[in-house]
């Protein structure tokens, strides 16, 4: 066995040999290029540079900063619409590799482009609307300066709120946003849609406590406990705690 290992070996690696001179690409190359760098395939040093890696400096000699999202690398304008990538020039860390990567060998689990807004300049903070278009929705429309209410910076889906300010989503009332605030406008809603909820029955309760401003349901009530109302309005002497929640 001993004997044939030797042969073998300088077959391999005159095999090795021949494809790095012929072909070098498979060798050392973890994949093919993007379509719009195709015709950088055989000049590795383009964007690499030897026992360093890729070079940001080298990629931002075609893709200038201030122009990403405003023109192609030929200087031809983006009509595209919608799209809002003139963040690059406010990143504190311009290494392009952080979010991009153009084989698809080693590399096929960033298929998506990883970004991490704490690379963002502090002062973007908040500032959603630089980067993202601004919902135009009933729902959104009182809101759209507000992103983090309901958005956080992990994932934009699935939105989430704390609802208990307001009142207190227990058990009985994770319902969909639209069964108490009608149209999806939520500076408004309604109690009065569910089970023993009625208008003449919730007036005639409320009268019989000497309380006339029964409608704003939430001056009293914050949660499903109909006891912590009442000790909520008497309190204070018939005056709720926090009145101004509702609005």
Same mark, same amino acid.
């Given at each position: 066995m001993k004997r044939f290992a030797k042969p073998l070996l300088l077959v391999i690696l005159s095999i090795i040999a021949i494809f790095t001179v012929t072909d070098p690409r498979p060798m050392i190359s973890?994949? =093919?290029l993007i379509p719009g760098h195709a015709p950088l395939e055989r000049d590795c040093f383009a964007c690499h540079e030897p026992f360093l890696g890729t070079s940001s400096a080298r990629c931002i000699t075609c893709h200038k900063i201030d122009a990403i999202g405003i023109t192609n690398t030929k200087g031809v304008v983006i009509t595209k619409k919608g799209t809002k990538t003139r963040? *690059? *020039?406010?990143?504190t860390d311009n290494t392009c590799t952080?979010? *991009?990567s153009d084989h698809a060998g080693v590399a096929r689990y960033r298929t998506k482009v990883q970004f991490s807004h704490g690379?963002? $300049?502090t002062a973007l903070a908040g500032q959603c609307s630089q980067c993202h278009q601004p919902p135009d929705d009933a729902l959104h429309r009182p809101s759209v300066k507000?992103? =983090?209410l309901c958005h956080?910076?992990?994932q934009w889906k699935p939105a989430s709120l704390d609802h208990k300010p307001w009142f207190e989503l227990d058990k009985d009332h994770h319902v969909p946003c639209n069964r108490c605030h009608l149209e999806n406008n939520y500076k408004t809603y309604t109690c009065t849609d569910c089970h023993e909820h009625s208008a003449d029955k919730i007036r005639q309760e409320h009268i019989e406590e000497g309380i *006339? $401003?029964?409608?704003?349901c939430v001056r009293c009530h914050r949660n499903a406990n109909e006891d $912590?109302?009442?000790r909520r309005w008497h309190s204070e002497g018939g005056k709720p705690k926090h009145e101004d929640e509702d609005d």
């Amino acid at each position: 066995m001993k004997r044939f290992a030797k042969p073998l070996l300088l077959v391999i690696l005159s095999i090795i040999a021949i494809f790095t001179v012929t072909d070098p690409r498979p060798m050392i190359s973890p994949g =093919s290029l993007i379509p719009g760098h195709a015709p950088l395939e055989r000049d590795c040093f383009a964007c690499h540079e030897p026992f360093l890696g890729t070079s940001s400096a080298r990629c931002i000699t075609c893709h200038k900063i201030d122009a990403i999202g405003i023109t192609n690398t030929k200087g031809v304008v983006i009509t595209k619409k919608g799209t809002k990538t003139r963040f *690059h *020039h406010q990143l504190t860390d311009n290494t392009c590799t952080a979010c *991009h990567s153009d084989h698809a060998g080693v590399a096929r689990y960033r298929t998506k482009v990883q970004f991490s807004h704490g690379a963002l $300049d502090t002062a973007l903070a908040g500032q959603c609307s630089q980067c993202h278009q601004p919902p135009d929705d009933a729902l959104h429309r009182p809101s759209v300066k507000q992103c =983090s209410l309901c958005h956080g910076q992990g994932q934009w889906k699935p939105a989430s709120l704390d609802h208990k300010p307001w009142f207190e989503l227990d058990k009985d009332h994770h319902v969909p946003c639209n069964r108490c605030h009608l149209e999806n406008n939520y500076k408004t809603y309604t109690c009065t849609d569910c089970h023993e909820h009625s208008a003449d029955k919730i007036r005639q309760e409320h009268i019989e406590e000497g309380i *006339h $401003d029964y409608e704003r349901c939430v001056r009293c009530h914050r949660n499903a406990n109909e006891d $912590d109302a009442k000790r909520r309005w008497h309190s204070e002497g018939g005056k709720p705690k926090h009145e101004d929640e509702d609005d």
